[in-house]
């Protein structure tokens, strides 16, 4: 996380705040920059950047529920993506004394501001009517608002919404973001399922949820390369990214397992996730560091999709790794 965020010098991350604060949030790498910040600074890292992280976080949490997604040009803003970012930050930094409590509560009744209604751009009418993985991410965030307190029940939102998502999980338990089922967004979307369920989803459809990860799971771990990648494939693949997720759902299957008595088998997705992170390492390594695995020139924008530019998924890195720390038992030794 703190490698990813590095690669960020802070000059050009004071002009991002200061672009900002004058234009407002414009897209949702910036919610990620802000949360990674503030966990990091949590965690006895980056403290130097508390100036930094407290002008993004009151922007980002005014932003989350004064921003209405219903509109096509705001769609870049990308609430969806930036509720969930912004309430990990909410828990790390609760009870730590980091921020003066009123300002901690100021962030926290912005967060309770949020509503799906206007808030949210991927939202079913309806539990029959199939909605793509920004729906998964908006579910997740809405569920982390309920485990935070900002609001007393999720259900309503969650019960058709993730019926929803549901319809796009296949017999494997794989999830298929139409129309051309892209390989990473299975597990982009999968990790918001054990999101849920690492913090306590116990809703209508926590069984299908666990059910489908369960499922799923097992083509996962078969589907790992020999030096910890996922498979190549579709849209938003190659990013260094790619394996902080397959990192993630493999770290939430080793818990899994090991809860279950299953060692041999917890071990096993325990070596695929140390894989998965480890692959990134050499990608971090290169100077500059690049959000994609390739040679070319970082500005190059050779093999990236128009919404695949560095700001927005450098740090993804750092966000999605996040969650493979959050499900990560370090006890669970390594099996082959």
Known sequence: ?????????????????????????????????????????????????????????????????????????KKRVGVDFGVKELVFVLLEMRGRGLVPEVRWKRWFEAIQKVDWRKNYAVVAKSADQPRGNWGMYNAAGEYMREYLGAVASADEYLDVQIASQLLSVDENGMYMDGPLVPMLYD???????????????????????????????????????????????????????????????????????????????????KRAAHLAAGSIERWLSQKPVKHIKNAFPRNSSFGLESYAYFDKYMVTLGSFIYLAYLFADDSIAETE
């Open 1 to 73: 996380m703190d490698r990813a965020l590095r690669a960020y010098p802070s000059d050009y991350l004071c002009k991002l705040i200061e672009d900002a604060e004058e234009n407002g949030v414009r897209e949702h790498g910036f919610f990620r920059i802000t949360a990674i910040m503030g966990i990091l600074i949590a965690h006895g890292r980056r403290t130097e950047q508390m100036p930094l992280f407290l002008r993004a976080m009151d922007l980002s949490c005014a932003a989350v529920w004064q921003t209405d997604m219903r509109l096509p040009e």
């Open 187 to 269: 597990l982009a979307s999968r990790a918001q399922f054990a999101v849920l369920l690492h913090f306590g989803y116990r809703g209508k459809w926590r069984q299908a949820l666990d059910d489908a990860l369960r499922k799923a799971g097992f083509y996962m771990l078969r589907l790992q390369s020999a030096n910890g990648e996922i498979p190549y494939g579709g849209r938003s693949n190659q990013f260094l990214f790619n394996e902080a997720y397959l990192s993630a759902c493999c770290e939430f299957e080793a818990s899994r397992y090991r809860r279950e008595g299953n060692m041999e088998l917890s071990g096993a997705f």
